[in-house]
């Protein structure tokens, strides 16, 4: 196996470095990343059937709500993927603050201060996640039945997306301070 780069933005690697990379030992991309990476599928295949099915003269009467679907997914599809990236560097903050010397005074606060961001990422990736599984319900009421497996799947991924997300969220749970941990609790119950 060729030697993976690990400063080259995980999405500007090729998929097949970018799955060899998640399945090695190196602590980034994980699970985060992965449901973020998820997301961003879900959220291309909902653009996909968008694009195909507006200026089809069968669905004229729906064109309206279909190049809003587009929007949304366009613009998920991009927070998604940028969200890969910021898992992993909000890992390695927080893998950086774990190992700054126990004796330093800083170190519990910089290890809160890490988690709360190492939990805010896949919380975000989960509430994008979330509408963009709420936008295949509007999309699966179009009925193109041709794209209808294509419908399934990103409905699919956008669910994965949102359990993994919440996943990534709960395991920063016990380092965060306890109004912060209260908050995330509060807001993973809308999962």
Request: aromatic letters at 4%.
């Amino acid at each position: 196996m060729r030697s993976m780069n690990t400063t080259t933005p995980l999405l500007d690697m090729t998929v097949r470095d970018f799955l060899s990379r998640l399945a090695s030992e190196a602590p980034t991309p994980g699970g985060g990343a992965a449901a973020a990476l998820g997301g961003a599928l879900a959220a291309a295949l909902g653009e996909m059937v968008c694009n195909l099915t507006q200026g089809k003269p069968k669905f004229a009467a729906v064109e309206p709500q279909v190049r809003g679907l587009l929007a949304r997914y366009s613009r998920a599809r991009r927070m998604l993927a940028d969200l890969v990236q910021e898992d992993a560097a909000a890992y390695a903050s927080f893998s950086a603050a774990f190992k700054r010397p126990r004796d330093d005074a800083e170190r519990p606060e910089a290890i809160r201060a890490a988690a709360a961001v190492a939990a805010a990422v896949p919380l975000e990736t989960a509430t994008i996640s979330r509408r963009v599984a709420s936008d295949f319900a509007l999309l699966r009421t179009i009925e193109n039945t041709n794209l209808a497996a294509d419908v399934e799947a990103g409905a699919a991924l956008a669910q994965a997306a949102i359990v993994a997300a919440a996943a990534n969220v709960r395991a920063n749970l016990p380092f965060v301070d306890e109004k912060t941990r209260v908050r995330l609790e509060h807001e993973l119950a809308a999962f």
